[in-house]
């Protein structure tokens, strides 16, 4: 069901849209699995993924490393990624620019960290730590957020195009993410878009949010991941597909308030149908330059 540009659209795996999924498996090109939920699984589960991904190509997604910081990675959660990769043989895993814990505290949340050189910098060693646990570098992926970092002395696309150039991964963009702080700091999300390092953006995140009011009275957009994305996302998805030319693999995202299997179907094909357009606007904008 891949594009003819050869990008692919798929899903998160969740228990609860398992069904939905396994019954329109010819609909979805991949399925990206939140590795942390299988550190621990049963091996039946483990086992039972693994025979899927013999139909299907699957990538890792982890949520709880925390590269983002100038604290080492913890080595034991690098190495449940790589057990788990060893056995379930993904195309790639990803994680979070995020910063999650500090002196064995867990926030519990995926938290924007300073955009700092020595943050970056910490981030790099930690990226780098990882690859050579697992054996591959994950693609990283950029983070909404409802303050801007304290501490910062680079903006977002600096900050983040500085890591995964050094780091020499990819970016895995999620235009929630980028939207949620487009709208937050009163920035235009295509300017936003513009400004990132899409030459390493190989795969994208789609998702939706609610909007929340802040203790100042302002409205904050909040990535929620239990609502459909708005149609400002999908706007933003074809921008992408006609700035650059490689194939993407756009990944829906849902965590809660599941709708019919028929409504995550619809979605699917409105994530072809934004690929579709950006791609044919890349090909006009070529055969008039």
Known sequence: MATDAADRVGIGWRPELAAGILLHLSHIDVLEILADSFFAAPRRAIAAMRALGREIPITLHGVGMGLASTIEVELPRVEHMARLADVLQPESWSEHLAFVRAGGTEIGHLAAPPRSVSNAEGAVANIERAARVVGTAPELENVATLIEPPGSTLDEPAWIGSIVCAAGTSLLLDLHNLYANARNFVRDPLVLLAAMPLD??????????????????????????????????????????????????????????????????????????ALAKGRNRRVLLGAAA
């Open 200 to 273: 390493h953006v190989r795969c994208v995140h789609l998702s939706g949010g609610r909007w929340i009011d802040a203790p100042s009275g302002a409205k904050r957009l909040l990535d929620y991941h239990l609502h459909n994305p708005p149609c400002e996302v999908y706007v933003l998805l074809e921008h992408l597909a006609a700035k650059i030319s490689r194939p993407l693999t756009v990944i829906l995202e849902r965590d809660g308030c599941y709708p019919p299997f028929s409504v995550i179907a619809a979605e699917l094909d409105a994530i072809r149908a």
